[in-house]
Nanobody, 118 residues
Framework: QVQLVESGGGLVQPGGSLTLSCAAS????????MAWYRQAPGKERELVAG??????????EYADSAKGRFTISRDNGKKAVYLQMNSLKPEDTAVYYC?????????WGKGTLITVSS
């Protein structure tokens, strides 16, 4: 059974940093692209960042709102994907979800809340 478990959320002041972690189980982690999504109150879920699984070189993509501030990375040995977030803004407040698609199946973690507020 596929499980994605996020951690690392919390309250942070504007301009601060956080790193989210997602631990995966039940899949051959190294062969799948992974992604982080977020959903702010009253808004639709949106892609924040994704990372491929192409061997030694992993390619990442980012939402415009995340470019230059967020970095996605993965550790295939630990079956984990990370999201380093810097220069956080109040508009980054949201529940952040880890996501993977395996074949025709989509899997989501339960999410971790990030609140950016002074």
């Amino acid at each position: 059974q596929v499980q994605l478990v996020e951690s690392g959320g919390g309250l942070v002041q504007p301009g601060g940093s956080l790193t989210l972690s997602c631990a995966a189980s039940g899949i051959i982690f190294s062969i799948y692209s992974m992604a982080w999504y977020r959903q702010a109150p009253g808004k639709e879920r949106e892609l924040v960042a994704g990372i491929t699984s192409h061997g030694i070189t992993n390619y990442a993509e980012y939402a415009d709102s995340a470019k230059g501030r967020f970095t996605i990375s993965r550790d295939n040995g630990k079956k984990a994907v990370y999201l380093q977030m810097n220069s956080l803004k109040p508009e980054d407040t949201a529940v952040y979800y880890c996501y993977v698609r395996t074949g025709a199946m989509d899997y989501w973690g339960k999410g971790t809340l990030i609140t950016v507020s002074s």
